[in-house]
């Protein structure tokens, strides 16, 4: 079969640990393609940009043997790598501070003509929905007719959500079981896989009105939860590509979030 060509982008980070002199390499799109690498049939460039500086080197080096193109990634001397301190409860949960984001570098993204092309040329695009560059993604998207996962998080405007979902097909976002209904509503109005993250409780995603829910695999001890809902969203995102199983996909995005809970940062 042909290679799927997936794109990731643009949040290329650290995550500096608190207390612990750690740092690892980290950020949604950097996450998600290290993870989107590991399957055999997709091919994978990540997108973004990186200062001059030993952050910067970090994630070079720690993504230097996962098969992901990266010769695209910009660097920018003009800012320093985006970066986040991080704090950890004693049970592995993570918390940030008022000014543990420092990540002026990813602010007004405006993708140029390279990662134009390569877009153009993808089978499926990996973005935060707090990018920048994201109504821009969605522009291109309408253009070229790229499949388009979209990370929500724990955003909570369903009105403004909703304003997306005719160019989304894969709607990715950490809930709860009170929010289920909304997202079942919605996916009676939209061809798209609306899949919300349950944390310990599981997943549970929606697709033209039908409910399909997986449990969570159980972990015995959680080392860090950074970065395991951008491990399950590849694996998720990977394996229905492939396979086009929505019950498989969410099987599969939740074993390799499992594995990400055992250590310290997202891969």
């Given amino acids: 079969m042909n290679k799927i060509k997936l794109t990731a982008l643009p949040c290329i980070c650290v995550d500096v640990f608190d207390g612990i002199e750690m740092i690892r390499p980290g950020g949604e799109a950097l996450n998600f393609a290290v993870h989107a690498s590991r399957f055999t049939n997709i091919d994978v460039t990540l997108l973004g940009v990186i200062g001059k500086d030993k952050y910067a080197e970090v994630i070079m080096d720690s993504i230097a043997k996962f098969a992901i193109d990266k010769k695209h990634i910009r660097i920018d001397e003009r800012h320093q790598t985006a970066n986040n301190m991080t704090y950890l409860t004693e049970s592995g949960d993570r918390y940030y501070k008022d000014d543990s984001w420092n990540g002026s570098i990813l602010d007004n993204i405006v993708l140029n003509d390279d ?28 253009t070229y007719g790229f499949k388009l996962v979209v990370d929500f998080d724990v955003y909570r405007d369903f009105a403004d959500m909703e304003r997306f979902a005719p160019y989304v097909d894969f709607f990715m976002i950490s809930g709860s079981e009170e929010l289920l209904p ?18 310990e409780h599981g997943s549970v995603t929606y697709f033209n009105g039908q409910e399909y829910r997986v449990q969570a695999v159980k972990v015995e001890s959680i080392i860090d939860t950074t970065g395991c809902g951008d491990s399950y969203h590849a694996g998720f995102v990977c394996s229905y590509m492939l396979e086009n199983d929505i019950k498989k996909a ?7 979030a499992a594995e990400t809970l055992k250590h310290y940062g997202g891969f």
């Fill in 182 to 199: 909304m997202f079942k509503g919605l996916s009676n109005k939209y061809n798209c896989l609306f899949n919300v993250s349950l944390a």
């Fill in 250 to 256: 969410m099987n599969v995005g939740s074993e390799i």
């Fill in 115 to 142: 990662e134009i092309k390569i877009l153009s040329e993808s089978d499926v695009v990996f973005v935060h929905f707090w990018a920048s560059c994201l109504s821009q993604v969605i522009e291109l998207k309408k």
